[in-house]
T-cell receptor, first 116, second 114 residues
């Protein structure tokens, strides 16, 4: 089984709809991240979480919210989806250990979201 | 503000050749420089990483060269193979602020022609 899973893998929705993307991990990591990938723009950080009580905004948090329901679960919500939120969304985790391993991030398979 | 600039955007190399991808960073606080490899339909995966206390790190056919004074680092893929065809992202962060996440370059689409 995959260590980092994302659901759904693909989603088509309409402008104005609320949508939630979910991420679960079995790696036992404390830190979780949501990134957005757009062609030619690389990956950009939306939100990150130290643990269930610590949520932080990333580079492009406007229009998004998150919930850390448990150490293993981190959800991303679009309260009112708009077309320019069409992108590939990735969840990632990192764990506590040696300084070099601390920054290694493990990515899920991604969710392709299309907002019409 | 783009803190990590990556070039080229796309690259075609013949099988057996050397693939070179370059990155430059602005934030002198960065002290961790990984390269991620992404295949179509998959999430990025760590390929190799370097700290600024060394100028080069080699793992198999993959080498990172690091120039601290120029604030540049590059990925060299020796004896490039068709299976290396993927999108490569350089990234940077500082270990003390690891939870901030990685700052990624825009990616390089690499094609290795048989």
């Amino acid at each position: 089984d995959a260590d980092v899973t994302q659901t759904p893998r693909n989603r088509i929705t309409k402008t104005g709809k609320r949508i939630m993307l979910e991420c679960s991990q079995t790696k036992g990591h404390d830190r979780m991240y949501w990134y957005r990938q757009d062609p030619g723009l690389g990956l950009r950080l939306i939100y990150y979480s130290f643990d269930v009580k610590d949520i932080n905004k990333g580079e492009i948090s406007d229009g998004y919210s998150v919930s850390r329901q448990a150490q293993a679960k981190f959800s991303l919500s679009l309260e009112s989806a708009i077309p320019n939120q069409t992108a590939l969304y990735f969840c990632a985790t990192s764990g506590y250990g040696t300084p070099s391993s601390y920054n290694e991030q493990f990515f899920g398979p991604g969710t392709r979201l299309t907002v019409l | 503000q783009q803190q990590v600039k990556q070039s080229p955007q796309s690259l075609i190399v013949q099988k057996g050749g050397i693939s070179i991808i370059n990155c430059a960073y602005e934030n002198t606080a960065f002290d961790y420089f990984p390269w991620y490899q992404q295949f179509p339909g998959k999430g990025p995966a760590l390929l190799i990483a370097i700290r600024p206390d060394v100028s080069e790190k080699k793992e198999g056919r993959f080498t990172i060269s690091f120039n601290k004074s120029a604030k540049q680092f590059s990925l060299h893929i020796m004896d490039s193979q068709p299976g290396d065809s993927a999108t490569y992202f350089c990234a940077a962060s500082w270990l003390g602020g690891g939870a901030d996440g990685l700052t990624f370059g825009k990616g390089t689409h690499l094609i290795i022609q048989p």
